[in-house]
Nanobody, 120 residues
Framework: QVQLVESGGGLVQPGGSLRLSCAAS????????MSWYRQAPGKERELVAS????????NYADSVKGRFTISRDNAKNTVYLQMNSLKPEDTAVYYC?????????????WGQGTQVTVSS
């Protein structure tokens, strides 16, 4: 059974930090590109950061560049999102995503999300 379980969300003051984790099971984690998305109330889900299967390359939304860092540990089947200098506009539900394309077949897995609230 495929599972992506996020943790580490919570309430933090502006300027603070949080580290999100996403533990994967039920598929070959090291074959998948991993991403973090977020969705704020009334807004569409947006890509925050992504990392290739071997961690050679990362990509960030302009709004989080220089503040967020995505990383992964293939030995632990876990992807992380270190979030620093948090702003109220970072408030959202954060979702973990795993994606693999093999020819025309796309495998796409989602976690249940974890709430991040940035407020004083």
């Amino acid at each position: 059974q495929v599972q992506l379980v996020e943790s580490g969300g919570g309430l933090v003051q502006p300027g603070g930090s949080l580290r999100l984790s996403c533990a994967a099971s039920g598929f070959t984690f090291s074959n998948y590109a991993m991403s973090w998305y977020r969705q704020a109330p009334g807004k569409e889900r947006e890509l925050v950061a992504s990392i290739t299967s071997t961690a050679v390359s990362t990509n960030y939304a302009d709004s989080v560049k220089g503040r967020f860092t995505i990383s992964r540990d293939n030995a632990k089947n876990t992807v992380y999102l270190q979030m620093n200098s948090l702003k109220p506009e970072d408030t959202a539900v954060y979702y973990c995503n795993g994606r693999r394309e093999v020819g025309i077949r796309i495998n796409n897995h989602w976690g249940q999300g974890t709430q991040v609230t940035v407020s004083s």
